[in-house]
């Protein structure tokens, strides 16, 4: 976890996307509660790995990972299912605790699902930072007329096997309820991030 994302959740603080220093794709300062500036400038690969993290963040935010940085939240453990390159590239493996198994939690309110609603929400709520390109993909994900159709035909189109999988209904009902409301719920705390 970067340190200033730490720090962030540590304190309860916002870690935003105003003033400070300047990166091609991100900018970042700290924000309390109260919006007044409490803390100083980061370097710009700083900025560019909180940046990663959000992105990362949204991605399990609307998946509903539960094996990544939620769990390292129950834990204080270190974060599993991420790596990064020497250039400070993320990259996220092992996805398999996403949607339908996380889904099914979320649906079931039992307290693993409260916990892990919990755990996303304050996660995604630790940083106004994000990646230009994140937020397009979200925002135009989000437009479609039927956002789970979207991604099961890039999946059919991407994976060779999908047609061979079988999926239950339930699971399949359980998509199409929390990937749009997740969807919806990020593009919502994007918006609150630019009038912030």
């Known amino acids: 976890m970067p340190p200033a994302v730490s720090l962030a959740l540590d304190k309860g603080t916002v870690l935003h996307n105003r003033s400070?220093?300047?990166?091609?794709?991100?900018?970042?300062?700290?924000?309390?509660q109260n919006s007044s500036c409490t803390h100083g400038?980061?370097?710009?690969?700083?900025?560019?790995?909180v940046a990663q993290w959000s992105s990362m963040t949204?991605?399990?935010?609307?998946?509903?990972?539960?094996?990544?940085?939620?769990?390292s939240l129950h834990t204080r453990s270190s974060i599993r299912n991420v790596g990064q390159t020497s250039r400070g590239k993320f990259w996220l493996f092992d996805n398999e605790a996403a949607f339908f198994l996380?889904?099914?939690?979320?649906?079931?309110?039992?307290?693993?699902?409260?916990?892990?609603?919990?755990?996303?929400?304050?996660?995604?709520?630790?940083?106004?930072v994000f990646q230009q390109n994140v937020i397009q993909s979200v925002l135009k994900l989000q437009r479609s007329s039927d956002?789970?159709?979207?991604?099961?035909e890039y999946v059919r189109v991407h994976e060779p096997l999908y047609d061979h999988v079988t999926v239950e209904n339930d699971a399949s009902e359980l998509l199409r309820e929390f990937f749009p409301r997740r969807l919806r719920d990020v593009v919502d705390w994007i918006r609150h991030c630019q009038v912030m």
């Open 102 to 128: 996380s889904y099914q939690l979320l649906h079931q309110g039992s307290p693993a699902g409260k916990w892990l609603e919990r755990a996303h929400s304050r996660l995604l709520r630790s940083t106004c």
């Open 58 to 71: 949204i991605l399990d935010y609307i998946t509903a990972n539960y094996d990544r940085a939620a769990s």
């Open 147 to 152: 956002p789970a159709d979207v991604l099961e």
């Open 41 to 49: 400038t980061y370097t710009g690969r700083d900025m560019a790995e």
């Open 20 to 32: 400070f220093g300047r990166h091609p794709n991100c900018t970042c300062t700290w924000h309390d």
